[in-house]
């Protein structure tokens, strides 16, 4: 079956859609993200190994030998696309022959929202990862814009009906996203950023483990590996709370979004050396901790100064 929006055109499986109403009713039920990859297999467009994340949280793998030429996950409240939902798009699409992707969540039970990849941005043009409008409206015009499918229009492709055939869909307001007035959440939407004295205790034990040993993730022949960090010499007596913005930006190919909310449900100081480069605090080691600060929300992250 086809699904068209504006200029991209995708042949799926009945298998898809079938799929995505089975997840979305079990994350109604337990309140966990699940999802899966679009492979793009010889046979046309197939789901890609079912997955099972958190209430915030989701890692979409495995497709095996076929190219991902999109992906979908289910979303525990009316939230629309992430900034990593985008970057995440981009890194696929780069890997993908023709550089397509088709990008789709669903609104809870309201239906499922879809965009597709229209470019890739230049390789120079650098966005940052964590989660803010701001942020998200500098990767939007590289995607067309959103179509809402609703479950009447599901079942009707299911039954044959023609894309071009399908009745409108209804309007769905997401929470951090559109037109109108919208929608009050009845409860936050993660992740929740914790207080600064909820932080103390746990920032106080993680000091003392940054000397063990550590790691950083580098790409090497087109994938993303962990390397050791050579131990360096802390030179603060304790964390001190530094601006973020005037610390690096991470490069956003970089960052593993699971790395990161690993981080945020258990924060440590982020490593700085002791002199600035570019006006800017360089990172030793803690680009995941620091986004996950800057994802939560906070303005200042805990750094401990080091040297190499």
Request: with cysteine; proline share 10%.
């Amino acid at each position: 079956m086809k699904i068209k929006i504006e200029t991209e055109e995708f042949e799926i499986s009945p298998e898809i859609l079938s799929t995505m109403l089975d997840m979305m009713q079990e994350t109604v039920g337990d309140g966990h993200e699940r999802g899966f990859l679009f492979c793009d297999s010889p046979e046309g467009i197939a789901p890609g190994k079912k997955c099972t994340g958190a209430k915030c949280s989701i890692e979409l793998t495995d497709c095996g030998p076929d190219p991902i030429i999109g992906g979908f996950h289910t979303h525990p409240q009316v939230t629309s696309f992430s900034q990593p939902d985008y970057l995440q798009g981009f890194e696929r699409a780069k890997k993908h022959p023709d550089h397509k992707h088709l990008l789709c969540v669903s609104l809870l039970d309201k239906g499922i929202r879809c965009k597709a990849l229209k470019e890739l941005p230049p390789p120079e043009k650098k966005f940052p990862w964590w989660d803010t409008e701001a942020n998200r409206e500098m990767v939007k015009p590289y995607f067309t814009k959103r179509v809402n499918i609703s479950l009447e229009q599901i079942n009707e492709l299911l039954k044959g009906t023609p894309w071009e055939e399908l009745p409108p869909a209804e309007p769905v307001i997401a929470i951090d996203e559109g037109e109108g007035v919208k929608v009050v959440p009845t409860k936050e939407i993660c992740p929740v950023p914790k207080s600064y004295d909820e932080l103390v205790k746990e920032l106080q034990e993680a000091y003392e483990k940054i000397t063990a040993p550590k790691y950083k993730t580098e790409v090497i022949e087109g994938k993303l590996v962990m390397v050791p960090i050579p131990p360096a010499e802390v030179v603060s007596p304790e964390p001190v709370w530094v601006d973020i913005a005037d610390i690096e930006q991470p490069d956003p190919s970089l960052i593993a979004g699971g790395e990161v909310l690993g981080y945020a449900k258990g924060m440590s100081p982020v490593l700085l050396l002791e002199e600035k480069v570019d006006g800017k605090w360089k990172i030793h080691d803690g680009r995941h901790r620091l986004t996950a600060f800057a994802t939560a929300g906070y303005k200042k992250a805990p750094v401990v100064f080091v040297k190499p």
